[in-house]
């Protein structure tokens, strides 16, 4: 069942339905115990390791441990229904990706509902994908891989993760902005799908920039562009898809979520603390070592920016027929 637009920013915006002093003695006392951060994918990848930069923030400055659990599967559903479900007080969060809004429209049978059963907390970072080619490939810019892609239509392989992953909704995106026709092939990960993009036995990828960055100063890989509408600082050289596609924008952001009606006065409570670490030189840093920039946000800006992007991936979805794998 999908939740009307209006009324999940209306929920965003006054999550608590608490009593006002039930709510100011939670927030006084919280936290009282360890927090659990979930994560729907394994460790070690960007994903996992700003949750955990962020988590050590907010143990330091809370006093209480927050404790990242990944629980990857089902294209990182596993783990927002874990929380969706989880009780509202604080002490389960999720560590949300663009993933969950293009999977709220390819996994339209599952037993939650995003906007209906979580609650925007904070923004976290946000990051390009790369246009990325094994440099065999004749074309060097985007204006000749399209060229060349539609000289070839149904011939070139176009690495991703699966049906609902960010590698396949940015790539998914380009062929409805552009025409172009390629074959998606699923791997498990970015992990598996490189050495084949890497090898030759994949022309094309999308990759979340943090993946494939030492690859690309390596020379292994050639990148055509970013996905995100500016330059990215990590890659100046590298022109932004919306130089050659006007329209096509496409960022890999990040956000901390818990279950719908968890206390206001510990939803600003993380915010803060969250925001306040997105301002750290040292979080920064590490951020932008990545490849990334921080997503200072209010849950209310959080809230239009996941309407916005699930609305948005909804017609990649529908264009590409994309279904659950």
């Avoid at 239509?153 to 699966?162: D, F, L, V």
């Amino acid at each position: 069942m999908k939740l009307p637009r209006r009324k999940f920013l209306h929920l965003a915006a006054g999550a608590a339905t608490l009593p006002a002093l039930s709510r100011t003695a939670l927030a006084e006392t919280y936290p009282s115990r360890p927090v659990r951060i979930v994560i729907g994918f394994p460790a070690g990848g960007a994903a996992d390791v700003f949750a955990r930069v962020i988590g050590q923030w907010l143990s330091d400055r809370l006093g209480q441990p927050f404790v990242v659990e990944n629980r990857p599967g089902v294209a990182s559903n596993l783990a927002a229904e874990a929380v969706a479900h989880a009780t509202a007080d604080g002490y389960t969060l999720l560590w949300m990706t663009v993933v969950n809004a293009i999977n709220a429209s390819v996994y339209v049978d599952q037993n939650f509902n995003l906007l209906r059963d979580l609650a925007p907390v904070a923004g976290a970072v946000r990051g390009p994908g790369v246009m990325e080619v094994n440099p065999a490939v004749p074309a060097k810019t985007v204006p000749e891989f399209i060229a060349y892609a539609k000289s070839n239509p149904g011939k070139i392989i176009m690495a991703t993760a699966g049906s609902g992953s960010i590698l396949n909704g940015y790539g998914q995106l380009f062929q409805m902005m552009t025409g172009v026709e390629m074959i998606a092939v699923p791997y498990r990960g970015t992990g598996t799908a490189l050495p084949d993009l890497i090898s030759g036995r994949a022309q094309v990828m999308f990759d979340p920039l943090a993946s494939s960055l030492e690859l690309i100063r390596a020379s292994k890989l050639r990148p055509l562009a970013v996905t995100t509408a500016s330059r990215s600082p990590a890659l100046p050289d590298v022109p932004a898809l919306g130089e050659f596609v006007p329209g096509y924008e496409a960022d890999g952001w990040q956000a901390v979520m818990a279950p719908k009606n968890t206390p206001a006065d510990i939803v600003e409570t993380l915010n803060r603390q969250v925001n306040a670490a997105l301002v750290d030189p040292a979080t920064q840093a590490r951020i932008a070592s990545f490849g990334y920039s921080p997503l200072a946000l209010s849950p209310e800006k959080l809230g239009t920016l996941i309407a916005n992007e699930i609305e948005k991936w909804a017609k990649v979805v529908k264009f590409a027929g994309i279904k659950p794998e």
